[in-house]
């Protein structure tokens, strides 16, 4: 056995949007999140998980997981036992969100994987586990596809970094705690990210905090919940940005989206 589905289910929140589980889960946890989340990292700090992310907790780990500006919340839950060697084979960080770009594609393997659990086949628990391994093998390319498109050799330190800072635009990032992460000077750190990337690190920051507020403000959250979850400082600084950027303030861009709809 190198993974067994032991549940599926939506868990869903009402009013108090805040949870934790101090001792972890006895398995696998595995959170699909269709929302903004906050969660904490294998460090236990508090780290931003985008919409269309997953969140992979080995057992026994402690987690919690906190929803601001909405009144509820689902999302879709795994819990599931596996062999380490297993788990370890696909490189693929845990308690660390991670950003999935084929969208449609995984939550189609989702679905049929949900399909298989109401299935009256003998062979139901079989293709559920088969369905499982696809999907966590379907995340390992997710993350290793940014390895692709960058030539950037597996597990280097900038592109972890990168990852990481695309998946917690809340986290008030500056130059220096970026090259600390990756142990460099300021200087080396911004040759070599340039040098890879084509965009300085903070010129890169600057555009995934625009694309991400895009989204955002597209799939209708507040402007008060960008601010939160881009780190903004306050509403002038971010107007300001946005419309140097796109043309128009945010207030108008959002406008504009409800006319549309």
């Given at each position: 056995?190198?993974?067994?589905?032991f549940?599926?289910?939506?868990?869903?929140?009402?009013?108090?949007?805040?949870?934790?589980?101090?001792?972890?889960?006895?398995r696998?946890?595995f959170?699909?999140?269709k929302?903004?989340?906050h969660?904490?990292?294998?460090?236990?700090?508090?780290?931003?998980?985008?919409?269309?992310?997953v969140?992979i907790?080995?057992?026994?780990?402690?987690?919690?997981?906190?929803?601001?500006?909405?009144?509820?919340?689902?999302?879709?839950?795994?819990l599931?036992?596996?062999e380490?060697?297993?788990?370890?084979s696909?490189d693929?960080?845990?308690?660390?969100?991670i950003?999935?770009?084929?969208?449609s594609?995984f939550e189609?393997?989702?679905?049929?994987?949900?399909?298989?659990?109401?299935s009256?086949?003998?062979?139901?628990?079989?293709?559920?586990?088969?369905?499982?391994k696809?999907i966590?093998?379907?995340?390992h390319?997710?993350?290793?596809?940014y390895?692709h498109?960058?030539?950037?050799?597996?597990g280097?330190d900038?592109?972890?970094?990168?990852n990481t800072?695309?998946?917690?635009?809340?986290?008030?990032w500056t130059?220096h705690?970026?090259?600390?992460?990756v142990?460099?000077?300021?200087?080396t750190?911004?040759?070599?990210?340039?040098?890879?990337y084509?965009?300085?690190?903070i010129?890169?920051?600057?555009?995934?905090?625009?694309?991400?507020?895009k989204?955002?403000l597209?799939?209708?959250?507040?402007i008060p919940?960008?601010?939160?979850?881009?780190?903004?400082k306050?509403?002038?600084?971010?107007?300001?940005?946005?419309?140097?950027?796109?043309g128009?303030?945010p207030s108008?861009f959002k406008?504009?989206?409800?006319?549309?709809?």
């Amino acid at each position: 056995m190198e993974v067994q589905k032991f549940a599926y289910f939506y868990f869903k929140l009402e009013h108090e949007l805040n949870t934790s589980y101090p001792q972890g889960y006895e398995r696998w946890y595995f959170d699909y999140f269709k929302e903004c989340a906050h969660v904490c990292d294998s460090s236990g700090k508090d780290v931003t998980a985008d919409i269309d992310t997953v969140y992979i907790v080995p057992p026994g780990t402690p987690m919690y997981f906190k929803y601001h500006g909405i009144e509820s919340f689902i999302h879709t839950c795994i819990l599931f036992d596996a062999e380490m060697k297993f788990m370890n084979s696909l490189d693929i960080p845990f308690m660390t969100p991670i950003k999935i770009i084929h969208v449609s594609e995984f939550e189609r393997l989702l679905f049929e994987m949900q399909e298989r659990q109401l299935s009256s086949s003998r062979f139901s628990q079989d293709e559920q586990d088969a369905y499982l391994k696809l999907i966590l093998m379907f995340i390992h390319d997710e993350i290793h596809e940014y390895e692709h498109l960058y030539y950037i050799k597996r597990g280097d330190d900038l592109q972890s970094l990168r990852n990481t800072v695309m998946n917690s635009l809340a986290t008030p990032w500056t130059i220096h705690s970026m090259a600390q992460r990756v142990n460099m000077s300021v200087s080396t750190f911004q040759r070599q990210y340039k040098k890879n990337y084509g965009k300085t690190p903070i010129a890169d920051l600057y555009d995934m905090r625009f694309k991400k507020s895009k989204e955002l403000l597209e799939n209708g959250y507040s402007i008060p919940w960008v601010l939160n979850s881009c780190c903004f400082k306050s509403f002038q600084h971010f107007s300001r940005f946005f419309k140097a950027r796109s043309g128009m303030t945010p207030s108008e861009f959002k406008a504009k989206q409800n006319i549309r709809k």
